[in-house]
């Protein structure tokens, strides 16, 4: 069984500030990790995943993640804030291996406000 | 389609009546999701489709809620004698191919509100 913690339902930030939203997770197997944002009457895209090639992903719009095994963490961060990154954002985690299909599990999701 | 297309974008509907929700996912796409998102929470996952077949329907509540993909590409996800409980927004996703690593496309949803 998998399952996926955000921290924090909500995150505010200065702009120009560090973001970092907050993702563990728990997979009894090799997992691939996910991180979508969804804007205002939006549907989810896709930000960045992780599958099993380099611990850093480098995503869309500046974000980034690292995995790290040792913490079961997968967070996200951003150097810099821009008022644009108001939005929900949600961890999600899949199976590796042969019988997986792409079925996700989903954090509660984390609510980043951007102050000027 | 430049995306995956969901049906409509809200519906208000009464207490015990039966709903269909639409879903048309992008061109070409064999994998086709249903997940169910409540006010404050992630998505949860209710069934998926490998081309006209529910390869996963484990995900669904119970015996009210059912989901057709007859053709192997729209798919409806019905339900029957609403309840209020059942008040949610309903996202489709598709992919092209199947896969843990598989990136997910996602609708923009259907806000169903029993009444």
């Known amino acids: 069984a998998q399952s996926v913690t955000q921290l924090g339902s909500h995150v505010s930030v200065s702009e120009g500030a560090l973001v970092l939203l907050r993702c563990n997770y728990s997979s009894s197997v090799p997992p691939y990790l996910f991180w979508y944002v969804q804007y205002p009457n939006q549907g989810l895209q896709l930000l960045l995943k992780y599958t099993s090639a380099a611990t850093l992903v480098k995503g869309i719009n500046g974000f980034e993640a690292e995995f790290k095994k040792s913490e079961t963490s997968f967070h996200l961060t951003k150097p810099s804030a821009h008022m644009s990154d108001a939005a929900e954002y949600f961890c999600?985690?899949?199976?590796?291996?042969?019988?997986?299909?792409?079925?996700?599990?989903f954090g509660q999701g984390t609510i980043l406000t951007v102050h000027p | 389609g430049a995306g995956v297309s969901q049906t409509p974008s809200n519906k208000v509907t009464e207490k015990g009546k039966y709903v269909e929700l639409r879903c048309d996912p992008i061109s070409g796409h064999t994998a086709l999701y249903w997940y169910r998102q409540s006010l404050g929470q992630g998505p949860e996952f209710l069934i998926y489709?490998?081309?006209?077949?529910?390869?996963?329907d484990s995900g669904l509540p119970n015996d009210r809620f059912f989901a057709v993909r007859p053709e192997g590409s729209v798919s409806t996800l019905k339900i029957q004698r609403t309840e209020r409980g059942d008040s949610a927004v309903y996202l489709c996703?598709?992919?092209?191919?199947?896969?843990?690593?598989?990136?997910?496309?996602f609708g923009q949803g259907t806000r169903l509100t029993v009444v």
């Open positions: 996703a598709s992919s092209p191919t199947t896969g843990g690593n598989t990136e997910a496309f």
């Open positions: 999600a985690v899949s199976e590796a291996g042969g019988t997986s299909y792409g079925k996700l599990t």
């Open positions: 489709f490998q081309g006209t077949g529910a390869a996963d």
